[in-house]
């Protein structure tokens, strides 16, 4: 385009201060605010003039442009005007998508979000004694209940500490806002100053670049390796115990896996080290799972207890992963540690608030209950194919039945797997029946994009040029709806 034509498209354009004595302007800004609507006039008029400047804009577009420029400044006013964070259907089939929020949360723990929220509360306020109380009591009674009543009182005792055993077998847990800063209060108040020792094995990445030995600088501990990154023996860990070791450390390696020529300790190795050098041994889990993972087929994933059990004294794991609560930093173990942990200024700094307490709270009830359908993420993991494939082929049918002038979408029902994510089980599959999408005037990534552009909108995987939906992910009350989007792009 003549650079002679750009410049008569430019001075087409009107100035805001036209488009604010416009009547149906006139009429936003006395509803919304001058200064609203100023701002989103000034964003579509720098819209307009970025398409011209890059050639997508000819005489004819900018006339239909221009014609809609009072409805644009509405679009885009209702655009800057609303929240941006919105509910969206997840049709990729990973539970604990972390780019999706990871866990959704259970009913329950809106509920009481909301009814807690929306008044005051004892958040921190003993009732019964009508003085300060402290607001880890709320959960911590019902980590003791799914904790201390499966933990045998010897697990924690140490040959020094025998008159303490009753006391230091007592599992305690306290929250923070989540694991990253679950490992930082926990190496910084049992081992600043000090020597960790761990695998250079277990010396992982977490989401946002965030490393583990990072973590372990910012705590001021030493990180002290030890073995290859394949190989690490018990033997490894003794040699490198010194007058400057404060704490043995095995963090899972939840979103990796190393396979082939390999070898590590066994948690009774690390825990009969550690007792034997009168050590703590602390886990960094990630995940950490409350419930049996392998009741649903996913073996090799350690839960909470396991770990407990075996003698572990300071287990650090996520509240909004496997456990299917909010985002939260959990931090169980021997109660006479975990003291020391809440007692460290890092805590408060680190503490989460009412909002977290509450729905962690009502998540925890669940599990109490036995009530695991109530908990989202344990009831999508439990989907058995076939249920999935019922509800596949109901909304394929609905859309083949819906009148259509023409049928440019094909919809196939294959076989597939979906996944934990949110760096749990990364190699566990679910098996799962997928509805593929293909698109005679649309691409894969063209049909992708429409369906992210739906009210609410829809994610789904794009994979060897097709479109796929898992419904495990998706609530069956949104079934209606995606048949409804799909039989429109027919």
């Known amino acids: 385009m003549p650079i002679a034509s750009k410049s008569a498209l430019f001075q087409r354009l009107p100035s805001t201060d036209e488009l604010l004595r416009r009547p149906e302007i006139e009429i936003l800004a006395e509803r919304e605010g ?20 890059a050639a997508q804009l000819d005489e004819k577009s900018l006339d239909l442009a221009l014609d809609g420029l009072s409805a644009a400044v509405e679009r885009q006013l209702h655009q800057s005007l609303s929240c941006s964070l919105q509910a969206l259907v997840n ?14 949360l259970a009913a329950t723990a809106l509920n009481h979000i909301r009814t807690t929220a929306s008044a005051y509360s004892n958040l921190e306020f003993d009732l019964s004694t009508g003085e300060r109380g402290k607001r880890d009591v709320h959960v911590d009674r019902l980590f003791r209940k799914l904790l201390s009543d499966h933990v045998g009182t010897d697990a924690f005792v140490r040959p020094a500490q025998q008159s303490e055993a009753a006391v230091s077998a007592a599992i305690s847990t306290i929250v923070v806002n989540n694991n990253a800063a679950a490992v930082l209060l926990a190496l910084n108040s049992l081992a600043e100053g000090g020597e960790v020792i761990v695998s250079r094995g277990e010396l992982v990445e977490i989401g946002g670049s965030f490393r583990i030995p990072d973590v372990m600088s910012k705590s001021n501990a030493t990180l002290r390796e030890v073995g290859t990154t394949n190989r690490t023996r018990i033997a490894d860990y003794e ?20 396979t082939g020529f390999t070898e590590q300790p066994t948690l009774d190795e690390l825990v009969a080290l550690a007792r034997r050098r009168n050590l703590p041994l602390m886990e960094d889990l990630g995940s950490g799972a409350l419930f049996d993972l392998r009741s649903v087929g996913i073996n090799g994933e350690p839960a909470v207890l396991d770990s407990l059990r075996a003698g572990v004294d300071i287990v650090t794991y996520s509240g909004d992963k496997l456990l299917g609560g909010p985002q939260a930093g959990l931090i169980s173990g021997r109660a006479a540690l975990v003291a020391r942990l ?33 908990v989202p993420v344990l009831r999508m993991m439990r989907l058995s194919k076939d249920e999935i494939a019922r509800r596949a082929e109901k909304i394929v049918s609905t859309v083949a039945s819906t009148p259509a002038k023409s049928s440019h979408l094909k919809l196939e029902l294959l076989d597939g797997e979906s996944v934990i994510g949110g760096g749990a089980a990364p190699s566990a599959v679910l098996p799962t029946r997928l509805i593929a999408l293909t698109h005679a005037d649309l691409s894969a990534d063209e049909l992708s994009a429409r369906l992210r552009a739906n009210t609410p909108p829809i994610i789904a995987r794009v994979e060897d040029g097709r479109v796929l939906l898992d419904l495990r992910t998706v609530f069956p009350e949104q079934d209606a709806n995606l048949a409804t989007v799909l039989a429109v792009l027919t």
């Open 34 to 53: 001058h200064s609203a609507v100023a701002e989103s006039i000034r964003a579509v008029l720098a819209r307009l003039r970025q398409e011209v400047a």
């Open 91 to 104: 049709a990729t089939g990973v539970i604990l998508h972390t780019n999706l929020g990871r866990a959704p």
């Open 239 to 258: 040699r490198a115990i010194n007058d400057h070791t404060r704490l043995l450390l095995r963090v899972h390696r939840s979103n990796f896996e190393i």
């Open 342 to 374: 809440r007692s460290n200024a890092l805590f408060r700094a680190l503490r989460v608030d009412k909002l977290t307490c509450a729905a962690l709270e009502a998540t925890l009830l669940a599990y109490v209950k036995r009530d695991h359908d109530a």
